[in-house]
């Protein structure tokens, strides 16, 4: 069994999944859009181009997401973190200040009696994560 985030956007999920490809080394992009698919009918123009359906590879990890449905609410990921935990300190600096280009910072990264560093931030999409590298045992 596997546990795969999928997120729902509310429109911009191709621009982060983009993003996330650039900057977390995401691979194997995937969107499928609105336009050519079943649920194309009934789809107002302005939403055809949205992802109806999107998948990206982090590492080896496979994150799923969608801009939802037309005219419904997105309210953002109330109560969720995704979390990276990066082998080196630089890599979760690096990591943290690509999340942070434009998001909002919870927490600034810094050293805690848990990890070397770890820090929380929500991502220009909405996004929240928590970036750490572990205290090795």
Same mark, same amino acid.
């Given at each position: 069994?596997?546990?795969? @985030?999928?997120?729902?956007?509310?429109?911009?999920?191709?621009?982060? =999944?983009?993003?996330?490809?650039? !900057?977390?080394?995401?691979? $194997?992009? &995937?969107? &499928?859009? =609105?336009?050519?698919?079943?649920?194309? @009918?009934?789809?107002?123009?302005?939403?055809?181009?949205?992802? &109806? *359906?999107?998948?990206? !590879?982090? $590492?080896?990890?496979?994150?799923?997401?969608?801009?939802?449905? @037309?005219?419904?609410? *997105?309210?953002?990921?109330?109560?969720?973190?995704?979390?990276?935990?990066?082998?080196?300190? +630089?890599?979760?600096?690096?990591?943290?200040?690509?999340?942070?280009?434009?998001?909002? +910072?919870?927490?600034?990264?810094?050293?805690? =009696?848990?990890?070397?560093?770890?820090?929380? +931030?929500?991502?220009?999409?909405? +996004?929240?994560?928590?970036?750490?590298?572990?205290?090795?045992?």
């Amino acid at each position: 069994m596997k546990l795969e @985030p999928y997120i729902q956007f509310g429109g911009n999920c191709a621009q982060a =999944f983009a993003y996330y490809q650039q !900057h977390l080394g995401a691979r $194997d992009l &995937m969107i &499928m859009t =609105f336009r050519g698919s079943p649920g194309e @009918p009934g789809t107002s123009p302005d939403w055809l181009d949205k992802a &109806m *359906h999107a998948s990206v !590879h982090i $590492d080896g990890q496979r994150l799923m997401g969608t801009d939802g449905m @037309p005219g419904q609410p *997105h309210t953002g990921m109330q109560g969720c973190s995704l979390t990276l935990s990066a082998d080196t300190e +630089v890599e979760a600096e690096r990591i943290f200040e690509a999340l942070s280009d434009k998001g909002k +910072v919870t927490l600034p990264m810094e050293t805690t =009696f848990f990890a070397r560093r770890f820090g929380m +931030v929500t991502d220009q999409f909405g +996004v929240a994560w928590m970036v750490l590298c572990q205290t090795p045992r």
